[in-house]
């Protein structure tokens, strides 16, 4: 299992062109839906690293072909590998696996006590109170497991177990991120800049 990090939050919105015209006009009409200029950029990195992963699966595979599934789960028709994709705060996480996969990254910062029932049981949520990196950690981990059996935030995220979701604690560019994914396999982990992943 491999799961490549890209950070590109120190893109500018010059920059962006670059990116953009290297994607599919289907994903790149996605990135353009976003508003900030770290968000677009990280639609387009992203799909970057995940087309960085599938090459060197399968050089012959078109990335342009991915279908998203009804709770917008990207995957390619056919392809024997599972793929899954997110990004916050410009840092970007693909992971790739022969097994149903799900990865989610978010920045470590204190969360609205409001949102907590959204992802935490009552027991959490007490946990949570005393430890505020704990609250992001669940999240990573229930948002990973709803990626992984494709059927998105829309369910109900408490009733996930977060039971065989590993969450790493990942810096870049001196900020913190929690990164889940559903699985106990120790991946290979390797970061591109984004310039990398144009060539």
């Known amino acids: 299992m491999k799961i490549y990090l890209s950070d590109c939050s120190g893109l500018l919105e010059n920059d962006l062109p670059r990116f953009l015209s290297a994607l599919p006009p289907g994903r ?97 949520i007490a946990l949570c109170e005393r430890d505020p990196e704990r609250a992001v950690k669940i999240w990573t981990a229930r948002e990973a497991r709803a990626k992984e059996n494709g059927r998105g935030i829309g369910q109900k995220l408490t009733a996930l177990p977060t039971e065989g979701v590993t969450t790493l604690r990942v810096e870049s560019d001196g900020r913190a991120f929690a990164l889940s994914y559903t699985s106990r396999e120790a991946p290979e982990i390797a970061r591109f800049s984004p310039d990398e992943l144009l060539g």
Do not use: N, Q
Not at 95 to 124: K, N, S
């Open 28 to 124: 790149r009409a996605y990135a353009g839906r976003y508003k900030r200029t770290v968000d677009r950029a990280a639609a387009a990195v992203g799909f970057l690293l995940v087309s960085r992963l599938i090459r060197e699966v399968d050089p012959a595979l078109m990335l342009s072909d991915w279908v998203i599934g009804e709770h917008g789960k990207p995957y390619l028709p056919g392809a024997a590998f599972r793929f899954s994709l997110s990004h916050s705060d410009g840092l970007c996480a693909a992971v790739l696996a022969f097994e149903p996969i799900g990865l989610d990254v978010e920045r470590i910062r204190p969360l609205r006590p409001a949102l907590l029932p959204r992802f935490c049981t009552p027991d959490e």
